[in-house]
Structure formats: structure tokens, C-alpha cells
């Protein structure tokens, strides 16, 4: 499922190649029964205007302008957003909405699972406290994720994925983070000490942001993290031990039995 270093990732394609053009046509694709889209007045809204910033929070990714405004695109499980030129390529497969801009630049919503989303918003804020997300990831102080994973009774885990309180985490990323720290996914949070989780922090964007860098290119990371052997079974290149599976709060977790404690 796509996280916060997938949605950077898709925010920049916009920022590269979409930025500064005057929107003509915001239209549904094909298929577009159970998936929330604009409807005609939201798709008009778009019309006549540019996008000339974006923005991302957690897993949300925004384009609009000052005065909005604002297309907000969540990617569900399998979404992405990809620029192409009309007339030289072809949109593509299990494109849920294009926004056509002057000339032959369109930029399509892929979304084959029907999962995520695509709204018309006054502004990223407003949308962002509308769903109650809490503090991006990569933002958050050391002193406020302390105080929010270290408050929290149930497992760290659970804590780290949960989005509104801290936004982009998901499960892979979290186990990743757990890999690293030694820490087994269904530790309570509120049992950890606080010098834990200030380490931990920097895990977290520290890990993010090496993801980030490769723009989500997972072929990119080093062969000793997790995401390079995340399988039941497989044997743990940080300290030989195996790879095992489990639930913590309805989601799986992956971890290492033996350096995870």
C-alpha cells in the first residue's frame, strides 16, 4: 500500500510537470462506479485554473494554488498519479480521472482498486483538520511524537500506523522501523522509555526519508533492512535469525524473533 514515499513520490511528478498550466477539461475515466471523484460543479471548479504549488501530508497529496483551488488525491492501495502527453501516449490503464491542461499535457488518476480517492478542496489545511489526520511524519517534533507513541496503551505498532496520530506511516514502514530499533510490533507504546523514543524518531524519518531519496524505488534500498527479505520464514540479514509473521490490531507484522525483543 502506497505511504508516505509513494505520495512524495507522485507529488513531485506533478510538481516537475504540471505546475503553471491552465487546466481545459477535468473529466471522469472509465469505470468510475464506487470511487469517490468530483462531480460536475467540483470538476468545474478546475477549469480555467492552474496549479502552481503542491503539498503533501502523510499520505495525501495536494495541488492547487493560493487561492485554490486544491485537487486532494489519496492513492488507496494501488493508485498513482502520472503526467503524459495526449496524442503521443496513451492514457493508462485503470485511469479513474484526467485533468487535461492547455496543450497536450494531461495528467491521469490511476486507480485499479477502486481504493483511494480524488476531492475538490478549498485548501490543504482545511481538508487536512476536515479528516482529523495528525502531524506528518516527517514533520513531527521529537518532543511531540514522544509525547503522542509514548501516551498511547495498546502496541507500538498500532501507534506508529494509526493516522491520526501521526500521519504516512503504514505497515510496511512501520515494521521497518521496529526491524531497526530492535523492538517487537506488539510492545506496548506506553512501556517504552522516553529515551526509545526519541530514538525512534529519528529512525522514522531517517528511514523515510532514505525511501524518499530513491523515490520509492525499493530495488534502491540496502540489502540488510527488511523491505529485502519481508517474508515469513526468510532468514534476517541483520542478525541470522527468521523472519516471522503475526496480528497485531488486525494488521500483519512482520519482524525478526531474534533481535526484536
Same mark, same amino acid.
Given at each position: 500500500?502506497?505511504?508516505?514515499?509513494?505520495?512524495?513520490?507522485? !507529488?513531485?511528478?506533478?510538481?516537475?510537470?504540471?505546475?503553471?498550466?491552465?487546466?481545459?477539461?477535468?473529466?471522469?475515466?472509465?469505470?468510475?462506479?464506487?470511487?469517490?471523484? %468530483?462531480?460536475?460543479?467540483?470538476?468545474? !471548479?478546475?477549469? #480555467?485554473?492552474?496549479?502552481?504549488?503542491?503539498?503533501?501530508?502523510?499520505?495525501?497529496?495536494?495541488?492547487?494554488?493560493?487561492?485554490?483551488?486544491? @485537487?486532494?488525491?489519496?492513492?488507496?492501495?494501488? #493508485?498513482?498519479?502520472?503526467?503524459?502527453?495526449?496524442?503521443?501516449? &496513451?492514457?493508462?490503464?485503470?485511469? =479513474?480521472?484526467? @485533468?487535461?491542461?492547455?496543450?497536450?499535457?494531461?495528467?491521469?488518476?490511476?486507480? %485499479? !482498486?477502486?481504493?483511494?480517492?480524488?476531492?475538490?478542496?478549498?485548501?490543504?489545511?482545511?481538508?487536512?483538520?476536515?479528516?482529523?489526520?495528525?502531524?506528518?511524519?516527517? *514533520?513531527?517534533?521529537?518532543?511531540?511524537?514522544?509525547?503522542?507513541?509514548?501516551?498511547?496503551?495498546?502496541?507500538?505498532?498500532?501507534?506508529?500506523? $494509526?493516522?491520526?496520530?501521526?500521519?504516512?506511516?503504514?505497515?510496511?514502514?512501520?515494521? $521497518?522501523?521496529?526491524? =531497526?530499533?530492535? @523492538?517487537? %510490533?506488539?510492545? =506496548?507504546?506506553?512501556?517504552? *522509555?522516553?529515551?526509545?523514543? !526519541?530514538?525512534?524518531?529519528?529512525?522514522?524519518?531517517?528511514?523515510?526519508?532514505?525511501?524518499?531519496?530513491?523515490?520509492?524505488?525499493?530495488?534502491?534500498?540496502?540489502? &540488510?533492512?527488511?523491505?529485502?527479505?519481508?517474508?515469513? #520464514?526468510?532468514?534476517?540479514? =541483520?542478525?541470522?535469525?527468521?523472519?516471522?509473521?503475526?496480528?497485531?490490531? #488486525?494488521?500483519?507484522?512482520?519482524?525478526?524473533?531474534?533481535?526484536?525483543?
Amino acid at each position: 500500500m502506497p505511504e508516505l514515499p509513494e505520495a512524495e513520490a507522485n !507529488r513531485r511528478r506533478i510538481e516537475d510537470e504540471c505546475l503553471n498550466r491552465t487546466i481545459e477539461e477535468a473529466v471522469p475515466g472509465e469505470d468510475v462506479t464506487y470511487i469517490d471523484l %468530483p462531480g460536475d460543479n467540483e470538476r468545474g !471548479r478546475l477549469v #480555467g485554473r492552474q496549479f502552481t504549488e503542491t503539498h503533501r501530508h502523510g499520505k495525501l497529496i495536494f495541488a492547487g494554488s493560493k487561492t485554490g483551488p486544491w @485537487i486532494c488525491v489519496h492513492l488507496g492501495m494501488t #493508485g498513482s498519479l502520472i503526467p503524459f502527453d495526449e496524442g503521443e501516449e &496513451e492514457p493508462p490503464s485503470a485511469t =479513474k480521472f484526467l @485533468i487535461r491542461f492547455e496543450g497536450s499535457r494531461t495528467l491521469a488518476y490511476r486507480c %485499479p !482498486r477502486k481504493l483511494g480517492w480524488l476531492r475538490v478542496v478549498d485548501s490543504p489545511q482545511a481538508e487536512i483538520e476536515r479528516i482529523g489526520f495528525g502531524p506528518d511524519a516527517m *514533520a513531527i517534533s521529537r518532543d511531540d511524537f514522544v509525547k503522542i507513541i509514548g501516551g498511547t496503551n495498546g502496541a507500538v505498532k498500532s501507534a506508529l500506523i $494509526e493516522q491520526k496520530k501521526i500521519a504516512g506511516v503504514g505497515n510496511l514502514w512501520s515494521d $521497518e522501523i521496529l526491524f =531497526k530499533m530492535g @523492538i517487537l %510490533p506488539d510492545s =506496548k507504546a506506553s512501556d517504552l *522509555a522516553a529515551s526509545t523514543l !526519541r530514538e525512534m524518531h529519528g529512525v522514522m524519518q531517517d528511514t523515510l526519508q532514505s525511501v524518499v531519496d530513491t523515490d520509492a524505488d525499493y530495488s534502491k534500498l540496502p540489502d &540488510e533492512w527488511l523491505i529485502s527479505h519481508r517474508e515469513r #520464514g526468510a532468514k534476517c540479514r =541483520k542478525c541470522g535469525g527468521t523472519i516471522a509473521k503475526k496480528t497485531v490490531g #488486525g494488521r500483519s507484522a512482520y519482524y525478526c524473533g531474534g533481535h526484536q525483543s
